[in-house]
């Protein structure tokens, strides 16, 4: 839109509109209604939000920026004058800011913050330090464990219609301020990734070809939201040594090198692990927190295990007067629910972990489920066989009903384990939720509660009592 | 030593010599006795070595040769023609061969095989396909997970007096028959590693320098026989892209690339936590493995379970008096073996993992017991008090004296199992066990029969029955 139509939309004059628009922006942002900010700026022209957001106090600024859509931000953002993109990028880094950033949710910020332009994010990740693209990650609007939350600006992007010799001069130059020089990404003048080579490629061209002429157009990348955990995959399947991330429009954004890889596999592994046995992580090192972090982050499993456990005791409680006239079945209670809960933490920790390599990919969730049951009534009667034979010679002396209602129970418990403990990851991740994380107290609860019923139901039926 | 010199040594002709001393290697390595064998070569010249070697059967040669003290072997290498010394690469292969060697034990081989000379290595690997390496690694004497058994010979050697452009040369010549362009390595006359150096280095150098003006003369590498997890670390702790592998004299025989490692990690990785759930792994694909073999792995663990639970059903029927008269206290015994297995499993698996990762270094194992220690203190406090009032209100009802006992029982078994879940890893270390395999039976045993123990003598003191 030119000049002249815009005054057709309005009677007022221009600086009134701006000085309408930034006084509307102000009130909203300080009442925290960043949803009506986001909304009164939709019909108003790039040029009048950036006088409007220029008279903002200095910590709305960028906030009210990043209330823009893509399309408007990169409008705005090129009406701006170079003085003021250059404050605009110094205001990324105010603790304010990030500050009212972190407050809000994950999903406010996803819902209010639309990706950036390639070319802003470009400008403003390269005039920040690492530590400070951490902090201000949120700002950009890259979530936790997102491809656009670990990737470096800091690699060397040719143009299809350089010669080898031009390209192998651009980086000679930029060798030493580049994260890695050995992949090399292809742009259009859109920004767009169009093809990837690596160094390798370019040493054994003839210097006179173009870096089209020997470009891999096969691309594999990543977006700015992939999940970490997926980036990690594919950079392993593939063997690279990095890889491309790029926006929703295609825009090379920044790339992923294979040695921040390494230390994110091993972050979520100990996440994982730490998991299985109940222990929060939080991607510190456990061996340098305090004594009371270290309590609180085990403290929250054992009081689940806590509450699972009374429950299980007030079962057993409800069959006291069974307990009371055979004492001998309290003797088995340990075995059946150690041995339930074992057979699912088996189960599930290899359907998890499963799930995180990717080598469960195959199988649909119902085989899987299938075939551990199956596994689990083997070895349950592997396991009932064994129990029974030594109930009757050791314990029970010679009271085979005893033996039999623990072997039976084993059994059973052993398939319900097995099912729970395989089918339990899948539900979560259904939902949305950490199989890791959730999987293993539901187990315990399903196994011990149903196995100590399943077992004194089996006894009563068994000793006809 | 001379012809002339050998000659006053002995009285009888070389021919016979050479026939003697193949017809007594034929005899050992028939019996299968190769100690023996490895002695009777000692005092034999390279050169009748072989000649006796090239006369006995075909399986037998490289089992001969593989006999030969490093020095001996690398001089009856040369004394061998260049076409006997291919038919031996060619006998590397064989799997009769493979077949014997792999009946040895790992100290028999270790103990027999020593290095092979960097040149013969560097000979035999070239000539290998990767899937032929990781067969006759053995034959080489690299035990599987070491660096020998991963590493590839495909790696670019360079002098100390090429010039940058007759070094980039060379890396445009070997690009595509080599594993990676972007290490290099710098070798002396001896074959011995002197220096490494990234192409990003020669990239930037002028083309006129030497290598040895910019190479990087501080070394980090590792020997055959290091142990694959200790690769991962080093490559992860310098973000590095390659490691160069030398052998005992620092005669570089291989590299290992950030892709193998990363495969390696996911492997190791598996079976850390598979080994926490008491699930073996095998290194293949769990979803791909069969029924039987998925319940074989899982069946071993259950078994030790089994066991300790058997000794726990006696240590409960030994107390049958005293369960007769109180029967409420068997409502507790899921909530005390349950919580002190978990307990113990934290300490074990953030003690199993600090070694894994390295992040344990800093702290001695008294300091980390003791906090652990302190930890589950803490941790069985909480729990304690929650479960007394618990039990006091809901269960026994007003029976406070088992409601103590149960609250009391808890605080020390939470101890006990932090203090053996922080102990047990660190003594099978020294011991020389993988601690994440040994560590969880140990501590269920302790845990679950020292517990109830503690549980059955705190309430007969309680209760004074």
Known sequence: MTEENKSTLTTMSRKELRELVRSQLQVLLERGDLQAAKTILVPVQPADIAEAIEGLP????????????????????????????????????????????????????????????????????????????????????YEAGTAGRIMTPEYISLKEHYTVGQSLERIRSLANVTETIYSLYVTDSDR??????????????????????????????????????????????????????????????????????????????????????GVQSEGDNYFQASLLTVARRRVIWLLILLLTNSVTGAILKMQQDLLQQVVALSFFIPLLTGTGGNVGAQSSTVVIRGMNTDEIRAMGPLQVIWREGLAGALLGTILGVLAT?????????????????????????????????????FLFRT??????????????????????????NLARLILQL
């Not at 020997?214 to 980036?231: A, F, G, S």
């Not at 929703?248 to 091993?266: A, F, M, N, Y």
């Not at 999987?439 to 399943?454: E, N, W």
């Open 58 to 141: 200095e910590t709305m600024q960028v906030i009210a920026f990043r209330l823009l859509s893509k399309d408007e931000a990169i409008e705005v953002y090129e009406q701006l004058d170079s003085s003021v993109q250059q404050s605009l990028c110094e205001k990324f880094k105010r603790q304010e800011v990030i500050d009212i950033v972190d407050k809000m949710s994950p999903d406010d910020r996803a819902r209010l913050f639309e990706e950036l332009p390639a070319a802003v994010v470009r400008r403003l990740v390269s005039q920040l330090s690492p530590t400070e693209r951490q902090t201000t990650a949120l700002l950009l609007g």
């Open 192 to 277: 767009q990734l169009t093809g990837i080579l690596s160094l390798r490629d370019l040493v054994t061209a003839q210097l006179d070809q173009t870096i089209g002429e020997i470009l891999n157009r096969d691309l594999v990348c990543v977006q700015t939201d992939t999940d970490q955990e997926e980036v990690v995959r594919i950079i392993q399947r593939y063997d690279f040594l990095a890889i491309p991330v790029v926006d929703s429009e295609q825009r090379l954004v920044g790339i992923i090198t294979v040695d921040d890889v390494l230390d994110i596999l091993q972050e979520e592994t100990t996440e994982d692990i730490y998991a299985l046995s």
């Open 389 to 425: 034979v030594w109930a009757t010679v050791f314990i029970v002396e010679g009271n085979v009903s005893i033996a039999l209602s623990v072997g039976i129970s084993l059994v059973a418990i052993s398939i319900l384990a097995s099912v729970a403990g395989s089918a339990l990851p």
């Open 431 to 456: 939902l949305g939720l950490d199989p890791a994380l959730m999987s293993a107290p539901f187990i315990t609860t399903v196994v011990d509660v149903l196995g100590v019923l399943i077992y004194f």
